[in-house]
């Protein structure tokens, strides 16, 4: 897959916020671009790695993708 152009499941956004709520199996992510509140889950084999990028104190927008066209659960994120 290629990082210059997005395919249908990706998105390029810039973090806002990264909510942790205690008793939740996700994290909540906020981006400028976006009113959606996308979702990070806790049991994603590379939850540790994913948070750190998302919560990188940058403001330059990320290749995220999500598990579905138009869906709101985060499956990777990428540094353009």
């Known amino acids: ?3 210059d152009r997005p395919s249908d499941r990706q ?3 810039t973090v806002a916020r990264v909510r942790e ?3 939740l199996d996700f994290v909540e ?3 400028l671009e976006s009113a959606r ?3 990070l889950s806790r049991t994603h084999d590379r939850f540790d790695q994913l948070l750190s990028k998302l919560q990188e104190p940058e ?3 990320l290749r995220v993708t999500v598990t579905t066209p138009h869906g709101a659960d985060i499956e990777d994120v990428q540094k353009l």
Request: net charge positive.
């Open 11 to 13: 998105r390029d956004l």
């Open 21 to 23: 709520r205690p008793g």
């Open 29 to 31: 992510v906020m981006f």
């Open 37 to 39: 509140i996308f979702h």
């Open 1 to 3: 897959m290629s990082v």
């Open 59 to 61: 403001g330059r927008p």
